[in-house]
């Protein structure tokens, strides 16, 4: 059985760092692209990062790059979301997400449940 279980989230102050993190099973995780995605409070999901099946390639979303990072630990099944200099509409419900090919973006057949994840003062 699949499963993407994660954790890490909470309450951080803007400007402020935490690090998501996505354990896999059922699965291994680097057969297949991974992603990020969030749901702001009232808003749509938004895909924030993606990283392929090698782990040579990733990328985020412009709003994003440079604070946020995707990576992984193949040896622990478990990929990360490392959040730097947070601002307060980081607010959102964080998942991961896994994909049906190799590459991030083509379709996802599993999710994580979701941490919240709250930047304010």
């Known amino acids: 059985e699949v499963q993407l279980v994660e954790s890490g989230g909470g309450l951080v102050q803007p400007g402020g760092s935490l690090r998501l993190s996505c354990a896999a099973s059922g699965f291994t995780l680097s057969n297949y692209g991974m992603n990020w995605f969030r749901q702001a409070p009232g808003k749509g999901l938004e895909w924030v990062s993606g990283?392929?099946?090698?782990?040579?390639?990733?990328t985020s979303v412009d709003s994003v790059k440079g604070r946020l990072t995707i990576s992984r630990d193949c040896a622990k099944n478990t990929q990360y979301l490392q959040m730097n200099s947070l601002k307060t509409e980081a607010k959102a419900v964080y998942y991961c997400?896994?994909?049906?090919?190799?590459?991030w973006g083509d379709g996802m057949d599993y999710w994580g449940t979701g941490p919240l994840v709250t930047v304010s003062s």
């Open positions: 990283i392929n099946s090698g782990g040579d390639r990733l």
């Open positions: 997400a896994k994909d049906r090919s190799i590459w």
